[in-house]
């Protein structure tokens, strides 16, 4: 049957999808809303209806972090020295040379025995 045609009570209509003309009465609406012809019909996808649970992401128990405690670095005869790669940042003074820098690498570093 032509396209154009008098079917009293019908319309010409466009489908929104291919752009054919067809009866109003051969058109179908889709999960879009769309008007569409029966070849561009398609049904919604049984996935856009599931549904999950919510996560609850927190944890059961919790307590208050502890207070920082500090506690200063043992400074070592050779760590107060004012020579370089012995002394330790925070413990060298500045003039302090009661060792040569030998005597405090071999107090730091004792020579294997023979």
Not at 42 to 48: A, F
Request: some cysteine; charged content about 20%.
């Amino acid at each position: 049957m032509p396209k154009a045609y008098l079917d009293w009570g019908n319309w010409n209509a466009i489908c929104d999808v291919c752009g054919f003309r067809f009866k109003a009465s051969e058109l179908k609406q889709d999960w879009k809303g769309l008007r569409v012809c029966q070849q561009d019909y398609e049904l919604r996808h049984p996935q856009d209806f599931i549904r999950v649970r919510g996560d609850n992401p927190a944890v059961p128990w919790t307590r208050p972090e502890g207070e920082d405690i500090f506690v200063a670095p043992a400074c070592y005869l050779w760590d107060q020295s004012c020579y370089t790669g012995l002394a330790v940042t925070g413990c060298a003074q500045v003039g302090w040379q009661k060792f040569t820098s030998v005597e405090l690498y071999n107090l730091k570093f004792p020579p294997l025995p023979a």
